[in-house]
């Protein structure tokens, strides 16, 4: 047989039919190499002796395909030499194919599943996930928590009114910051409301850690159920969200942030103070933030006292006061109309109680005392500063910050949450308004009398005796449109209602005899009698203590003329101190004024209540004795109360008290000193009674009631006065015109001629009438008291009556001018043996009393004194004597012609 018919020689492992074997042996589940790998060190050759080119050698799987593919691609030719040899070892076995392919980390999709079945996850797989997730969460979780820091309370949930109240405890106004809030102690809320809001919000609050899960839970099953509602938040998450995280948005990251504070706060701070926290910084309508404002708005009452039916009505509106205030809100939304609030509100509120009941937090026996919807105050809205309550503030608010010794600054009081306690008596402001807008409208016309009723101003103060306190003012027609305070400092000077300070001088220190020397010297004094006689005379010359005439810088006289030119008792011009008080004879108290020295008469002012300040005037013209100083008409009431108050003097006040988060910041402290004794007081007191009683004060008599007043018109009739006392309260008037438009930067005094068609304005006129129709109403209703019974005082010093002439004179032939000339001659020349009490003015006159009875001494009623250089005649008669005649003229500071001094004071 020829060489190329031979058969090839069999490989070795069995040939043909061992390679059939091997790979039919191959794993089924196996799948063939993909086209164009290059072999295994693991596989069997791509093809062996005897077959043919290019047949391919099947795969025991894809990952060893893969395998076999990258070693392939690596390892060149020697990767097919490899698999060759490793072919041929496992080709020599019984055909049990390649061995197993090795477990992936994530089986997904599942090896060795076809189909739908590939793609179900195994439960090994879904439990591993599962834990996977949530591991990691609480992985995320822990490190928040330890990261996460409490943030402090925000400002805005500190910011607060300050809240003024009346004497009588009732709020005046919340004002002084953008938040009407006034935060307060735990221990001041009632524990009725933290029960109410634990059983309506968050019944698991004393267990719960910040957060309740089964809380969200019921709220979603609830909600699902159309049932009562309650928050998924618990009062930890809401006081975090509006007192620590300030931010009310309904953002993933807000609500993740307040979650994990929210576990801290819980954790770390106080339920008392979370509670208080809540409740002071959330809202329930009405502008209130916070319990105490809105027990206030709701109630008007302090949150402390309030009972477990309100607190059950402020934990409704908790839920949302714009549909469950039963006021309504439908400007809102027309939904929250009255009727549908006050329906959803009363539901709720019995729902409230009878959770607090089924909570344990409130007995069933209370519940059924609280069958009826609470009574609600009518809705606050914000109050304006208007009025006079714009006044009071402003009065307050100065006093507490002037005298608090730096405990409450301007600056610590603008950031609110002060609780001030005033002395203002709600009722006595209401009247004294009343009494001035009387009178303003029935006298003035500002468009009939353009000229004469514009720019009219009107103050007034009322003070206690007894305590100093301020109880009512009139600070102008309405503090929005009148800024000026003018119970306060105005600068309108008071005219001769300063007399009294000169005759309590007077009395407290005496007069110093003619002793001559040094003008400085003091020299030997003389406490004087009400009876002492003074010269009425007009154009008066005025002099020193040793008895020459006082000369101005300039070397010029000074002559003190009386209102309208008067004389007074000629021929001799005496007059008694009493009669010169009750007439307002400027002379008589100009002198004596310079008798007892300007000096002391300033200390008298300042001793019963005014200030040494820039409204206080130089004690060095006589003149200063009618009252150029300005004080304002609080310190003027405050101390014509010292007399009343028989010499005992306290400073005005304001403020009783102010506290803040119910800690006491401030309390007044009533000094009391006794600048004059019981009988320089009480015999001033007496005097000055003369005034109303038959002087130029009648106009403010009191059927009833004993009034010690005086009256003060200033020259040039800038200014009027009348300040009086009963032994209850002390009151002070002024009138006078000023343009104090803010714009004007002169603002200068005008004068009052024919003001209210008055030929003159005198305190007697509008500030009288005005203090006879408030003090009326003000003292309605409160018993009758007298002054004491003055105790005798000092001596009756007077001048030696002239010899009588040969021939009357002109004078002692006109009535008019004396009615009683003969009893001239009965006064004593200088001082008697035994000096006579001054008497009460409804006693028996005796004869040392000139001019009791008769009517001040003349026929042309009680008229008050001149200026200097006086307009033509008159004075300020009695309301019964009709209209007043002309003015005072305007002397400078040396006067006019020598002839008087700066001002004409009545």
């Known amino acids: 047989m020829s060489e190329h018919r031979r058969k090839p020689p069999q490989p070795q492992g069995g040939g043909r039919a061992a390679a059939r074997r091997g790979a039919s042996g191959a794993p089924s589940g196996r799948r063939a190499a993909p086209r164009g790998a290059t072999g295994s060190p693991a596989s069997p050759p791509a093809h062996g002796p005897g077959a043919p080119e290019g047949e391919e050698r099947p795969y025991g799987g894809r990952a060893e395909a893969r395998r076999a593919a990258r070693n392939g691609s690596v390892g060149g030719g020697g990767g097919r030499r490899r698999a060759a040899e490793g072919g041929a070892g496992r080709g020599r076995g019984k055909g049990r194919g390649h061995d197993p392919a090795k477990k992936r980390f994530i089986d997904y999709p599942r090896a060795g599943k076809y189909g739908a079945k590939r793609w179900i996850p195994s439960w090994r797989l879904v439990t ?10 609480l992985a995320v979780a822990g490190i928040a928590y330890a990261l996460v820091e409490v943030p402090e309370v925000a400002k805005a949930a500190r910011a607060q009114n300050n809240v003024y109240y009346w004497a009588d405890g009732s709020q005046m106004v919340a004002t002084g910051g953008e938040t009407n809030r006034q935060i307060i102690k735990y221990a001041d809320i009632p524990k009725a409301m933290r029960n109410a809001v634990i059983s309506a919000e968050n019944k698991s609050f004393n267990k719960d850690k910040g957060v ?15 049932g009562q509602t309650q928050g998924g938040s618990t009062i930890t998450q809401q006081y975090v969200k509006n007192a620590r995280l300030d931010d009310q948005s309904q953002t993933f990251s807000r609500k993740f942030k307040e979650l994990f504070i929210s576990i801290k706060v819980g954790r770390e701070v106080s339920k008392e103070e979370i509670m208080a926290g809540y409740l002071n910084t959330a809202y329930y309508g009405r ?8 027990a206030r708005a709701y109630f008007g009452k302090d949150a402390e006292k309030l009972n477990p039916s309100e607190c059950a009505l402020l934990a409704t509106v908790l839920k949302g006061a714009t549909y469950y205030d039963p006021a309504g809100y439908p400007e809102i939304d027309p939904a929250a109309n009255p009727k549908a609030n006050k329906e959803r509100a009363e539901k ?18 209370v519940r059924n005392k609280y069958t009826e919807f609470p009574k609600l105050q009518s809705p606050r809205s914000n109050v304006k500063l208007s009025g006079q309550v714009g006044y009071l503030v402003s009065l307050a608010k100065a006093y507490v910050i002037n005298t608090s010794d730096g405990k409450i600054t301007a600056s610590q009081l603008e950031q609110g949450g002060y609780e001030i306690h005033t002395t203002f008596d709600k009722k006595k402001v209401a009247q004294l308004e009343k009494a001035v807008q009387k009178v303003r409208k029935a006298n003035l016309d500002p468009k009939q009398r353009p000229d004469k009723d514009t720019h009219v101003q009107f103050g007034g103060a009322s003070v206690n005796p007894k305590t100093g306190a301020i109880e009512a003012i009139y600070g102008g027609e309405d503090a929005t449109k009148h800024f000026t305070n003018n119970a306060d400092i105005t600068g309108a000077q008071v005219g001769s209602t300063y007399k009294p300070f000169v005759l309590a001088a007077a009395f407290k220190n005496g007069i110093r005899k003619e002793t001559g020397g040094d003008v400085q010297s003091d020299g030997e004094r003389i406490i004087v009698n009400p009876k002492s006689l003074y010269s009425g005379k007009n154009k008066l010359k005025i002099k020193k203590y040793d008895g020459t005439v006082w000369q101005d810088k300039d070397g010029k006289e000074w002559l003190q003329t009386n209102d309208g030119q008067k004389d007074y008792n000629p021929p001799t011009y005496k007059i008694d101190l009493r009669e010169a008080m009750r007439e307002s004879v400027n002379s008589a108290y100009v002198q004596l004024g310079m008798d007892v020295g300007l000096d002391k008469v300033k200390r008298a002012a300042m001793d019963a209540g005014l200030r040494d300040d820039r409204t206080m005037a130089g004690a060095t013209y006589p003149s200063f004795s009618l009252g150029t100083s300005s004080p304002s008409a609080i310190r003027m009431a405050g101390s014509y109360a010292t007399f009343a108050a028989s010499g005992k003097q306290r400073d005005p006040f304001s403020v009783e008290e ?10 007044q402290d009533v000094e009391t000193k006794s600048p004059f004794s019981p009988e320089v007081a009480d015999n001033v007191t007496d005097v000055l009674r003369t005034v109303v009683e038959k002087g130029t004060g009648t106009a403010a008599k009191l059927p009833g009631r004993q009034v010690a007043g005086k009256t003060g018109t200033t020259d040039g009739n800038k ?24 714009n004007n930067s002169k603002r200068e005094f005008l004068e009052m001629f024919g003001t209210g068609g008055q030929k003159k304005i005198h305190g007697a006129s509008f500030p009288a009438e005005i203090w006879r129709d408030y003090m009326s109403a003000a003292l309605e209703g409160e018993p009758v008291m007298r002054f004491p019974v003055p105790q005798p005082i000092g001596e009756i010093v007077g001048y030696t009556p002239p010899p009588p002439s040969p021939t009357p004179t002109k004078e002692t032939k006109e009535p008019s001018h004396s009615p009683t000339p003969t009893k001239e001659t009965k006064e004593p020349s200088e001082t008697p043996t035994t000096p006579s009490n001054s008497p009460d003015p409804t006693e028996t006159c ?27 005649g008159g004075g300020e008669p009695t309301p019964t004597t009709g209209p007043t005649d002309g003015g005072n003229g305007n002397g400078g500071p040396r006067g006019n012609d020598n002839e008087g001094g700066w001002f004409g004071s009545d």
């Open 719 to 742: 200014s009027a006065w009348f300040v009086g006392y009963t032994p209850q309260l002390s009151t002070a008037i002024s009138m006078y015109r000023l343009d104090d438009d803010e």
């Open 212 to 226: 309740d899960p089964m809380g969200i839970a019921r709220a979603f099953v609830n909600m699902a159920k159309g």
């Open 348 to 365: 709720r509120w019995k729902w409230v109680l009878d959770e607090e009941v089924k909570d344990g937090r409130l007995s069933a026996e």
């Open 846 to 872: 005796n004869d040392w009393d000139l001019g009791c009875g008769d009517d001040g001494g003349n026929n042309n009623g009680g008229v008050e004194n001149g200026g200097v250089n006086g307009g033509p």
């Open 658 to 667: 102010v506290e803040k988060e119910g800690e006491t910041i401030f309390k």
């Open 128 to 137: 591993g996930l599962f834990i996977g997730f949530f591991g990691s969460l």
């Open 287 to 294: 502008n209130a933030y916070g319990i105490q404002a809105a």
